[in-house]
């Protein structure tokens, strides 16, 4: 049944099963791909391995050599979940207008020059501007990175905050399209109401958001102020020498291609390498880039919500774990000693598998490399931030575990542009004090990250071994249909 919002075309779909065959997470043979999309069409989700496992990573639309869409086809079947069943309850994490969500929750642990700065760029959004430069939902976990001489000129017009929604990105991701919708609206409203005739956008993948999927899926259109990500505006900066290149950074690194970049003819994933290839970077590809680029692994909590491991705080957790680590891996085997993000939720997510592996690859953000070539030192509190994360996870455990209403399936509240709502005492208290022993020299010395990064990955190595006894299973109730 569809409940209002249908993107699939079932007329072109000839279910030759190509889309599941070259999906990088499945990876299907031929005859059971054909099985998946036919049981996801029939709208059999228990025999169907997209729907369990999809991370959103948009290749099979690119695939799909008739546009049938079958990724919005996943996002159907997990609109329809939403609207029967509500959410499960640990999705409140990245619902802005819930209590403890993760930006209000990382707040408590930020340090006073962050919280200013997202206080100025909340301001700001009350001001009408010509040209504004949008702070991205994930740049509220990671504000450090704007602190840097490069966009200079763009500063007093850098504006946003938590209730422009991420520009809809979450809520496409999850799902969730009447909400998706309306962000778009609200959002269009706003622009036009600030008169802002061009936007750049700090986060790639938002620009993706208001030129591609909210004006072709939801007809809303930002035509009027021409959204582009960050990175254009940089590249010409670079290019006409308005960026002046101290030095070149001679690393070998490797680009991770974010979801949301394989909109738009990948234009994003070609300005990222030529960014690179100009400050003097050598690149090596991942084996999953570009068109068939694996997620950062973040995007896989989504079907934790909505799956066979639904509901279960460490099912997601470990499901992250794995996914983030596949990409990881990836860019561990290619020799890089840095493998180079444009998306702020991948930057944060990867850092924090980083560290909890303890792998040698660095990950950065391409801003943080050009204000290095420019002569700048980059903040760099991506780690430290992770580690803050870590905190922000262990305070939802410990709700989940001990509060039985934090485990209850919701339904979402309207979206509103509002201010998130303040932690409650005992959030903030329990936040500081994991905060606190994560960041102390009970963990942070070489023998006890050692340590965590072979328990980490023994953890992985072990779900991994489920989760293709699970993928047997799924795929056997499909058999038998
Ligand atoms: S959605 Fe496209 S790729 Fe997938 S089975 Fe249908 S026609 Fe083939
Ligand atoms: S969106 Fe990506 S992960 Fe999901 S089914 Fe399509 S190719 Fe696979």
């Known amino acids: 049944m569809s409940l209002g919002f249908r993107f699939f ?17 499945l990876e299907l043979p031929a005859a059971e791909a054909k099985q998946d999309i036919k049981a996801l069409i029939g709208g059999k989700t228990d025999a169907s391995l997209a729907y369990q496992r999809c991370t959103t990573c948009y290749t099979c639309d690119l695939i799909c050599p008739v546009q049938s869409n079958p990724y919005e086809l996943v996002l159907e079947r997990w609109n329809e979940e ?59 976990l990671v504000p450090f990175i704007a ?46 109401e600030m008169g802002v005739g061009k936007l750049y956008c700090l986060m790639g993948a938002e620009a993706m958001m208001l030129s591609d999927v909210l004006p072709n899926r939801f007809g809303v259109d930002f035509s009027f102020c021409d959204p582009e990500p960050l990175d254009y505006w940089i590249l010409d900066r670079l290019k006409s020498d308005k960026i002046k290149i101290k030095r070149k950074l001679n690393k070998k690194v490797t680009v991770h291609d974010s979801c949301l970049s394989k909109y738009k003819g990948g234009k994003l994933q070609d300005v990222i390498r030529e960014t690179m290839k100009y400050i003097g970077c050598e690149i090596v590809e991942m084996e999953h880039n570009r068109e068939s680029a694996l997620c950062c692994g973040w995007a896989a909590t989504i079907p934790a919500l909505h799956s066979d491991i639904a509901g279960n705080p460490l099912h997601t957790l470990l499901y992250l774990l ?31 598998i980083k560290v909890l ?8 953000l391409s801003l943080e490399l050009v204000q290095m070539a420019a002569g700048e030192v980059p903040v760099r509190r991506n780690e430290k931030r992770a580690w803050d994360m870590m905190a922000v996870v262990s305070n939802l455990l410990f709700r989940w575990l001990f509060f039985p209403k934090e485990r209850r399936r919701f339904f979402p509240k309207p979206v509103k542009m509002e201010p998130i709502p303040p932690i409650s005492s ?53 058999a038998r249909l």
Request: net charge positive; glycine share 6%.
């Open 82 to 140: 939403h609207q029967s069943r509500g959410m499960s309850a640990i999705a409140k994490l990245v619902f802005p207008n819930e209590t403890a969500n993760m930006w209000a929750s990382v707040r408590t642990l930020m340090p006073e020059d962050e919280l200013s700065l997202m206080r100025s760029w909340q301001k700001n959004v009350k001001h009408p501007r010509k040209v504004m430069l949008l702070t991205g939902f994930y740049t509220n």
């Open 426 to 478: 005992a959030d903030a208290r329990r936040l500081r004090f994991f905060g606190k022993i994560y960041h102390s020299v009970l963990v942070q010395n070489r023998p006890v990250r050692k340590l965590l990064g072979a328990i980490v990955k023994s953890l992985i190595n072990w779900y991994q071994d489920i989760l293709r006894r699970r993928q047997r299973e799924i795929l056997s109730v499909a």
């Open 147 to 192: 602190i840097t001489s490069l966009i200079e000129e763009l500063k007093p017009a850098i504006s946003g905050f938590e209730g422009f929604w991420g520009c809809a990105g979450d809520a496409y991701k999850l799902g969730i399209m009447s909400q998706a919708e309306m962000i778009g609206k609200m959002l269009h409203d706003k622009f036009a």
């Open 357 to 364: 592996t303890n792998s040698k690859v660095d990950i950065y």
């Open 322 to 352: 794995h996914s983030l680590y596949l990409r990881l891996q990836e860019a561990e085997a290619t020799g890089a000693e840095a493998m180079v993000v444009n998306c702020h939720a991948c930057y944060l997510f990867l850092s924090l």
């Open 9 to 25: 075309k079932d007329d072109l779909c000839d279910l030759c099963g190509l889309c599941f065959e070259r999906c990088p997470v």
